[in-house]
């Protein structure tokens, strides 16, 4: 199979024509990303002077909310507002966000690491426990662990991942009082060890890894179950392989498939899951701020995340693109 | 390529999980050991809110207690002004616009540097500044300007003769040497602040918790309690359990679940009393909530006691005006019993007939109209439905509505709202703001633009004058002046609940304001918390 020789070496020229196809088609998106988010918050109902003054601004005069207004450069109109933010995001400089009272790069800097751990665990937990048991489920389909597992992943996937959240701290740290129910470490604990960041990730990452992994599951066990009944398998157990290798070799090769798809499309998913899980479980990342942006409308924060995350979906989307062409060189990189 | 990343991060996953094992091995080998999980000499308490801002040039810390920063002046447990990082209590001119301060020698700022006066003239210039994102800055208003005369003493000029103006510089100094060079907005000292105070912030996990240290050369002495967290908890269950579970020493919590905490030995809860009100507005721009008979009826129509009983638990009082019943400048005799039979002939004097559905008319007019209330906040909710069931037995026809601010504020002017607020420390801080008819639809300030001549007289006189007798005789005539043209309906004084560990000692609570958790709290003075024998 041409697939060994790919293993070997890969067509980087063509990986990299796609990726910088890619990157052009990017910008387009991303302007009018970033204005659809500043024109959407300059149309909600929420006040960002409001927002900004919290409960004192209760009892503060219309001349102090006033003076506010114009010294957040909300007052102004849409179309220079954006402008201004979009050629000073381009020089470098992303604007100083009103919510947190901090640059919005020292906001994103603090935060994105906890974001991408979390998320990355999660992704690796929902991607190998999800292989691993749609390739058992198919081994067997209608077997016990194929009918547990199917149900489960049914119902996990009506489920949302607030709620699932919700359900593992009840369970795991109010019953049984084993994880810690939020945040980065204990609550007495003044520096950020190792261990603290391990024990608090696991609920969370586990949760959005498990609101994730039915759709691995269900792919890889339809794309397996698919492969077992064609030919090459058929040939390959002629040829007296053993079953391992039929199954791993063989049928999951071709049953992978589907599932590289998936891992490009399932990062938007990813992004809203960690929204609601950095919520429930105040883990200070990117999704939780984002949440806070978004109902004070703070612009520059607003439309800082949102580029992020129009990122990591383009990012997704070719990543999944490039590794099908990997898997399958009739596919090619022709994106 | 992917391969290759996988791996680690495989890696690090099976080390997490070892790990977490282990922990929880090791935590469930040593269940509720005695003292919370904190070390002896640290607290940890949940609270509800948490500051946007730890820099006291936005507002934080403005009303005291804010453990990082020093006043001029402070409140002791009994809301009196007493020295801070001033020496003494402020001389005043005669005629109340200036007063002078003589500071503190030999106070530090927590890097080390000396605190001066020019710090002081830095922080209160910084504040009025109009390129400074400070909301509360309306409190400064009476504020000419403030200079420094030598290293130590500094004068501040008044625009007019503000009597409370002592009561407004306990906010907390900020050092120029950090701050000056800094954006005031958006520089690093609003999360990473130096200050005078009793204690050093170590870490603010925004959304989780806030974590200090005791300063070991706090001008005041350095606190016993060593280490200090604010875990930030909004939910109030997940708070209780958290106490419950020793992760929390101490907590804010509704009075349905401190209740739970009534057995426990090794707890106390601590009432504190506050200025904290529930009131429904009566826009004077709405012809039914406008009319003077209308508003006297509801007065006595409702159930204030009902209310404290059965919302609170029996945690509040009733509530006749801004000021509690239970404070000094509260005028005896303006309380109103619940008298259905009195609201009725009130009424029926002024022309209110019982229409044919019960709800009374006059002049073609129904007496009818909506009342918000913020959604989401039960206590409200509850305040809203319990008068709009009150009323109704009057024969006013009360339609409770729930909405987001951004729903409710449009609509303030024509129609009621469940309000709430409340500040301690002088009467004119309150009353001001909710009765003075030129701040009528000044942002939330007089939501139901009451306009009462000889009500907005006795607020000028009452905050111009330093004469203690004269300033009663003001508040007075204003909280009489309620009883005839209640503008508004108050129906309750919240008081908060605190449940706290019994293992320290020196713990009381002050008369709280509405925001509450914070600065006020039993850990209002935790610097001078002692270890219990």
């Known amino acids: ?127 190998l426990l999800g292989t691993a048991l749609g390739v058992l489920a198919a081994r067997r389909r209608g077997g016990w662990l194929d009918r ?70 269900l792919y890889v066990r339809q794309g397996v179950a698919d492969a077992l009944d064609e030919d090459p398998v058929r040939g390959a157990r002629a040829r007296g392989l053993s079953e391992r290798t039929v199954l791993l070799g063989h049928a999951l090769r071709s049953g992978m ?64 693109d490039l590794l099908y062409g990997l898997a399958d060189p009739r596919v090619g990189f022709d994106g | 390529m992917t391969a290759r990343t996988v791996r680690p991060i495989r890696g690090t996953a099976a080390a997490a999980l070892a790990t977490a094992l282990a922990l929880t091995a090791a935590a469930c080998s040593n269940p509720g050991s005695p003292g919370g999980p904190a070390a002896e000499d640290g607290v940890v308490v949940g609270i509800a809110y948490e500051p946007d801002s730890l820099s006291p040039l936005l507002g934080y810390g403005k009303d005291g207690n804010s453990k990082i920063f020093d006043g001029l002046l402070a409140f002791d447990a009994d809301m009196e002004l007493k020295p801070a990082l001033a020496v003494a209590l402020p001389e005043v001119s005669a005629d109340g616009l200036t007063y002078t301060y003589e500071l503190r020698q030999g106070v530090n700022f927590s890097d080390g540097k000396p605190f001066t006066a020019a710090d002081v003239v830095f922080t209160y210039r910084t504040i009025l500044d109009e390129k400074t994102n400070n909301p509360s800055k309306t409190e400064l208003d009476a504020l000419k300007d403030v200079k420094a005369v030598g290293d130590h003493t500094v004068v501040f000029t008044l625009k007019y003769p503000y009597a409370p103006f002592a009561e407004r510089t306990v906010l907390g100094i900020a050092p120029q040497h950090v701050a000056a060079k800094q954006d005031v907005n ?102 039914v909530t406008g009319d003077t008979a209308i508003r006297r009826a509801l007065d006595v129509a409702v159930d204030r006691r009902t209310m404290v009983d059965k919302i609170l638990e029996g945690a509040g009082k009733p509530a006749y005006g801004p000021v509690p019943t239970d ?89 009621a709202v469940l309000a709430g607020g409340g500040s301690p420390g002088d009467p004119d801080f309150d009353q001001y703001l909710l009765l003075k008819s030129t701040l009528g639809g000044d942002g939330f300030n007089n939501m139901a633009w009451y306009d009462n001549p000889v009500v907005d007289k006795a607020l000028e006189d009452g905050r111009r004058t330093d004469d203690k007798a004269a300033r009663k005789a003001a508040y007075d005539t204003v909280q009489r002046e309620l009883v005839k043209n209640p503008g508004y309906t108050f129906l309750t004084h919240i008081d908060h609940l605190y449940v706290v560990n019994d293992s320290w000692e020196g713990l009381s609570t002050q008369v709280e304001p509405h925001d509450h958790g914070l600065a006020a709290g039993p850990w209002w003075n935790i610097e001078n918390w002692v270890p219990k024998k």
């Open chain 1, 257 to 320: 498939l589907p599932m590289l798809t998936l891992i490009g499309s399932r990062v938007p998913e990813l992004i809203t899951g960690a929204l609601l899980v950095e919520s429930v479980f105040s883990w200070p990342g990117i999704a939780a701020a984002t949440v806070q942006a978004a109902t004070s409308v703070d612009f520059p924060l607003l439309a800082a995340l949102t580029v992020l995350a129009t990122a990591a979906v383009l990012l997704g989307n070719l990543l999944s």
């Open chain 1, 148 to 217: 547990c597992v199917s149900s489960a992943a049914y119902t996990l996937e009506a489920a949302p991942a607030f709620w699932l959240g919700l359900l593992a701290i009840w369970f795991f740290a109010l019953e049984l009082g084993v994880l810690p129910a939020g945040g980065l470490t204990d609550t007495a604990s003044e520096t950020v060890t190792f261990g603290q960041v391990a024990s608090h990730l696991v609920l969370p990452a586990l949760v959005l890894g498990v609101s994730q992994l039915p759709w691995f599951f």
């Open chain 2, 186 to 287: 958006s520089g690093p000292f609003t999360t990473r602040p130096v200050g005078t105070g009793p204690y050093v912030l170590t870490g603010w996990s925004k959304g989780e918790k806030i974590s200090f240290r005791a300063n070991p050369d706090y001008w005041g002495g350095a606190p016993e309690v060593k280490k200090f967290t604010m875990a930030i908890i909004k939910d109030d269950d997940v708070r209780a359990t958290r106490l419950r579970s020793g992760d929390l020493d101490g907590a804010v919590l509704p009075p349905n679940l401190a209740k739970g905490f009534k057995g426990d030995k090794t707890k106390k809860t601590y009432e504190a009393t506050s200025y904290d009100y529930r009131l429904v507005t009566l826009p004077t721009h709405h012809e």
């Open chain 2, 327 to 415: 404070s000094e400048w509260f005028t005896k005799g303006t309380e109103r019993a619940h008298d259905l039979d009195r609201a009725k002939r009130i009424l029926d004097d002024a022309g209110w007939k019982p229409g044919p559905d019960g709800v009374r008319v006059k002049d073609g007019v129904r007496a009818a109209f909506p009342l918000w209330y913020p959604s989401g906040d039960k206590l409200r909710q509850d305040h809203a439905l319990a008068y709009a069931s009150d009323a109704k037995k009057a024969g006013i026809a009360i339609t409770t509505q729930a909405g987001t601010w951004e729903v409710i504020e449009p609509r303030m002017k024509h129609d």
């Open chain 1, 1 to 127: 199979m041409t697939a060994k020789q790919a293993g070997r070496r890969l067509p980087w020229g063509a990986m990299a024509r796609m990726t910088g196809r890619r990157a052009l088609a990017a910008v387009p998106v991303l302007l009018l990303v970033t204005f659809a988010v500043f024109a959407v918050a300059a149309a909600s109902p929420f006040d960002p002077v409001k927002a900004y003054a919290g409960t004192a601004g209760l009892t503060a005069s219309q001349e102090n909310l006033d003076q506010l207004r114009a010294n957040l450069g909300v007052d102004r109109p849409l179309v220079p507002r954006w402008w201004d933010w979009l050629t000073s995001a381009l020089t470098g400089d992303l604007g100083d966000s009103s919510v947190m009272r901090q640059p919005v790069a020292d906001v994103i800097g603090e935060r994105i690491g906890w974001s991408v751990l979390l998320a990355a665990t999660a992704f690796t937990v929902a991607v």
